[in-house]
């Protein structure tokens, strides 16, 4: 079993929309929660990283974490063509160096 | 203008020989990182380096060799020995390898290597 679940989608969805993207883990000992996205043969890039159980907002995106189900979330409201993108959560524990990845989810919002 | 580079883009390679990545920052960053991603199955880590002339073995090290004689440059060889070596290869730095750190990792633009 790996140590994080992505489903990797693909998802498709139209111009507007909500997305929810999700991750679950089986490591107690991660601390640390970041999403990245990555457009189509491009590197990754930061778009949030979480500490603690809850939200953290930032304009269209919402990182929810649940510690005690081992569960995080990433929400993108009004969501644009722009955001079409493979999305990695990525998760670390108290050790040097060592992000864990989810397998991402390819995303695609249509106009 | 601070950042990651990476070259070539895109590598060809036959089979046997031995390729080197480069990955160059200037951002400062005392950590450094090498990755690989394939299709559905988001990205390994293959070495990483905390600091200059050390570097620790990630998931996935064999077949791959580094170094790290700078702070700037940490170079990735992909070997013979590595059986599957064709994929896109990522390199990160970080600024801040403490343990109590998010450890936010800088990503570069990849390199595409293929085997002939």
């Known amino acids: 079993q790996k140590e994080v679940e992505q489903d990797p989608g693909p998802l498709s969805v139209p111009e507007g929309a909500i997305v929810s993207l999700n991750c679950t883990y089986s490591?107690?000992?991660?601390?640390?929660f970041m999403w990245y996205r990555q457009y189509s043969r491009k590197g990754p890039e930061l778009l949030m990283y979480?500490?603690?159980?809850g939200n953290k907002e930032d304009g269209r995106f919402t990182a929810q974490v649940d510690k005690s189900s081992k569960y995080i979330s990433l929400f993108i409201r009004d969501s644009q063509p722009s955001d079409s993108a493979t999305y990695l959560c990525?998760?670390?524990?108290?050790?040097?160096?060592?992000?864990?990845f989810g397998q991402g989810t390819i995303l695609t919002v249509h106009p | 203008d601070g950042g990651i580079t990476q070259s070539p883009k895109y590598l060809f390679r036959k089979e046997g020989q031995n390729v080197t990545l480069s990955c160059e920052q200037n951002?400062?960053?005392?950590?450094m990182y090498w990755y690989r991603q394939d299709p559905g199955q988001g990205l390994r880590l293959i070495y990483y380096?905390?600091?200059?002339?050390?570097?620790q073995k990630g998931d996935i090290a064999e077949g791959y060799s580094v170094s790290r004689e700078k702070k700037e440059s940490f170079p990735l060889t992909v070997t013979s020995a590595q059986k599957n070596p064709t994929a896109f290869y990522l390199c990160?730095?970080?600024?801040?390898?403490?343990?109590?750190?998010?450890?936010?990792?800088?990503f570069g633009p990849g390199t595409r290597l293929t085997v002939l």
């Open positions: 380096s905390q600091i200059v002339n050390d570097f």
């Open positions: 490591n107690s000992a991660f601390q640390y």
């Open positions: 990160a730095s970080s600024d801040d390898i403490t343990p109590q750190s998010t450890d936010t990792q800088y």
């Open positions: 951002l400062n960053h005392d950590a």
């Open positions: 979480t500490y603690s159980s």
């Open positions: 990525a998760m670390k524990g108290t050790s040097y160096g060592k992000l864990t």
